[in-house]
């Protein structure tokens, strides 16, 4: 079973519609990550976690919010979807502030 | 403004060949570095590191170099494999936040 786990793997939605990403892992990491990619772009920071009650604002927040449910659990959301949030999306965990992150295998959103 | 900049957006080596792979970054303030390797439907894994006391780091058939005055790393692999073939990401980051900077990737393609 892989460590860090994001379902759905693949979601196609309407602008306007609200969706929810998540993920899991069972590394037992304090820290965890979500990053967008985009083609000809590197990954870039949407949010991260340092523990369940600690959210932080990455690079590009803005249309973007996230939910720390419990140590392994950490939600992306789109609260109302729009075409150039169309993008692949990674969730990562480390142990550490220069700890390896690990990630898990990506959800590929369009948004129509 | 990119700060981590990977320049090919694609490399072809022969196997067994040496496949050297190059990253520039703009921030001075970058002290530790990490290569990532992608392979398609599948989250980036961490590959090698090195922090900005050292010049190079070796592990097994990779090694990355850096030079600090030109704000250059590479990571060299030495034979080329076939299961080389993925795209890999170079990634910075400072002791400011530890927040991760990543270049857009260079696909690497070993030909038999």
């Known amino acids: 079973d892989a460590d860090v786990t994001q379902t759905p793997r693949n979601r196609i939605t309407k602008t306007g519609k609200r969706i929810m990403l998540e993920c899991s892992q069972t590394k037992g990491h304090d820290r965890m990550y979500w990053y967008r990619q985009d083609p000809g772009l590197g990954l870039r920071l949407i949010y991260y976690s340092f523990d369940v009650k600690d959210i932080n604002k990455g690079e590009i927040s803005d249309g973007y919010s996230v939910s720390r449910q419990a140590q392994a659990k950490f939600s992306l959301s789109l609260e109302s979807a729009i075409p150039n949030q169309t993008a692949l999306y990674f969730c990562?965990?480390?142990?550490?502030?220069?700890?390896?992150?690990?990630f898990g295998a990506g959800t590929r959103l369009s948004v129509l | 403004d990119q700060q981590v900049k990977q320049n090919s957006p694609s490399l072809s080596v022969q196997e067994g060949r040496i496949s050297i792979l190059n990253c520039d970054y703009t921030n001075s303030m970058f002290d530790y570095f990490l290569w990532y390797k992608k392979y398609p439907a599948e989250g980036p894994t961490f590959l090698i590191s090195?922090?900005?006391i050292k010049d190079k780091n070796e592990d097994g058939r990779f090694t990355v170099f850096l030079n600090k005055s030109a704000k250059h790393l590479s990571l060299h692999i030495v034979p080329s494999q076939p299961g080389d073939s993925a795209v890999y990401f170079c990634?910075?980051?400072?002791?400011?936040?530890?927040?991760?900077?990543w270049g857009a990737g260079t696909k690497l393609i070993i030909k038999p």
């Open positions: 990634a910075a980051s400072d002791d400011s936040n530890y927040q991760l900077i």
């Open positions: 090195i922090s900005s």
């Open positions: 990562a965990t480390s142990g550490g502030a220069r700890d390896i992150q690990y």
